[in-house]
Nanobody, 122 residues
Framework: QVQLVESGGGLVQAGGSLRLSCSAS????????MGWFRQAPGKEREFVAV????????DYADSVKGRFTISRDVSKNTVYLQMNSLRPEDAAVYYC???????????????WGRGTQVTVSS
């Protein structure tokens, strides 16, 4: 079992920044890949970012490239998502995810957090 707990969501003005955190506990061998998805009202879940165990590999959705940065502290089994230059279209519930094999736009990660709300006001 893996438990994922997100924090850092909230309300921010357009152009502002937030940093999300996701702490994982349980089987660390099931968290080789950790990342973020988001879901806005009336829309499907979409991939945001992923990071490997070592942090050497990262990938981002085109919509957030250049604005969001994913990082990982392996000693704390924690992943972060630094979100800069936020736009109203970034507003969504952001979900942390973990999987031993992969995280991708079309994949179904083994573990999910409960989500944290990000609201961007204009």
């Amino acid at each position: 079992q893996v438990q994922l707990v997100e924090s850092g969501g909230g309300l921010v003005q357009a152009g502002g920044s937030l940093r999300l955190s996701c702490s994982a506990s349980g089987r660390t061998d099931s968290t080789n890949y950790m990342g973020w998805f988001r879901q806005a009202p009336g829309k499907e879940r979409e991939f945001v970012a992923v990071i490997s165990w070592s942090g050497s590999r990262t990938d981002y959705a085109d919509s957030v490239k250049g604005r969001f940065t994913i990082s990982r502290d392996v000693s704390k089994n924690t992943v972060y998502l630094q979100m800069n230059s936020l736009r109203p279209e970034d507003a969504a519930v952001y979900y942390c995810a973990a999987d031993p094999v992969r995280i991708s736009a079309r994949g179904r990660p083994d573990y999910w957090g409960r989500g944290t709300q990000v609201t961007v006001s204009s």
